[in-house]
Every structure is written in C-alpha cells, then in structure tokens.
C-alpha cells in the first residue's frame, strides 16, 4: 500500500514554476506491488517535469530509494528511467522473497526462488548506470531533514511546514543528500526462536501461509499466529 501527498510547496521565482514536493510517507509490500506502477509513473513524470534538479541547488541525488525488495527495485527502475539521478540504498536484493525456495505467484514466472528473483531484480537495476547508483551492502541509521527553506512568501507558508532537502547516514559513516526520499524498506519476519528455527527456514518453516500453502498439500502442519 502506497501512502503519498503530493504538496504544492512555493513558486520558484527565477523560473516563475510551481514546485512539488513528492513526500512519500510508507509503502509495504510482501510479493506483489499491485497498483504501485501506476502511481509511481505519474509521480515520477510530475518530479521529472517541476523538480529542480538536485545538481542545480547543491544536491547530490532527486531520490534516494531506502530498500532492494520488489517494491526498493520498481521505484530505483522507474526514477533511473525519467532520468531522475537516484540512489539505491539496500543490505540485499530480494526482500523477504530471498528464502524462498519456490515462488509460484511472481507474475510472468509459474515458479522462481527467492534468490533467482533478487539476481533479476540486481540485473534490472544495474542496467541503468548513468541514472542510477547502488550502494550495497550497506543499512541506513538515520535520515534527517536538512537546508530546511522558507517558502517564497507568507501567504504560500499558511498553514504549511518548511520545504527541507534530505540526509542520509548508513553504518559505515556515509552520508547521501537527496531532494526526495522513498521508503520500501519493508519488514522482516517475526521469528519463534526455538531450536531448529535457522536450519528448517525453507525446508519446512514458511513465514506465508497464503503463498506456501500449495507447497504443503496433504501434509499436517502447525500454524502459529
């Protein structure tokens, strides 16, 4: 589910343009990101054509992507594609899918694994180098607002928050700025920690009933939660 408000935030008076700031404030997702490649092709389309470009006003990304599952891959590839020059930000590709052994419900494949599909997902984004840089394995810590601007005038700041840029600190001390930050960091699976968890997981422990059920027809299983 993609949670958005699309903010008209002051008129730029060098070129007497409207600007939008796009704050994406949450996307979840398991397998599927149904409904997101509609939102995300008007979204990016309106940066693309109102955004000031990050270079212009000091900054070093238009977007900077927080995560490397379907949803972190789809937003890098369409950004990368409206020329958006965007950094991807992830520990691994794949998401929750990675250890998965059979994937049955991935559109356009009757069956890939988890780890087969983070290599697609990999080989998807690499193949936009100019537009799109990959910062891998590494985790973000912290995101601050920074250069916070007034808006143009009073009237337009009625009611409304400062514009503010973006900063972006991982556990290897790195710091990105970015106009514009997506959020699909997901979630991870909630663990019994009992003996045999870490060993079994794919070989008999599942973490979605609704996806693996299929894989365990005619078997007795324990459902917990």
């Known amino acids: 589910l993609i949670f958005a408000r699309i903010q008209k935030s002051l008129v730029d008076p060098a070129s007497r343009m409207s600007i939008f700031y ?20 008007k979204a990016l389309h309106l940066i693309s054509l109102l955004n000031i470009r990050g270079q212009e006003i000091g900054m070093n990304y238009d977007a900077i992507v927080l995560g490397g599952g379907p949803a972190g891959t789809a937003a890098a590839v369409y950004t990368a594609r409206k020329k958006l020059k965007t950094l991807l930000i992830t520990e691994s590709f794949g998401g929750q899918s990675i250890v998965s052994d059979d994937i049955q419900n991935w559109i356009g494949e009757p069956h890939i694994s988890g780890f087969d599909l983070a290599k697609k997902f990999e080989e998807h984004l690499r193949s936009h180098p100019d537009t799109l840089d990959i910062k891998m394995p590494e985790k973000v810590v912290k995101v601050s607002a920074v250069k916070c601007m007034e808006p143009a005038s009073a009237a337009a700041s009625a009611g409304k928050a400062r514009v503010c840029d973006f900063e972006v600190e991982t ?9 514009t930050i997506i959020l699909v960091a997901g979630a991870r699976r909630r663990k019994l920690g009992v003996p045999g968890n870490e060993k079994l997981e794919g070989k008999g422990i ?7 059920a299929p894989l365990f027809g005619g078997k007795k299983v324990a459902v917990v939660g």
Do not use: P, W
């Open 22 to 41: 796009i704050r994406v404030l949450a996307i979840k997702t398991e397998y599927c990101i149904c409904g997101a490649h509609h939102f995300l092709n």
């Open 171 to 179: 556990d290897k001390g790195n710091r990105y700025e970015g106009k």
């Open 206 to 212: 599942a973490y979605c009933s609704t996806c693996d």
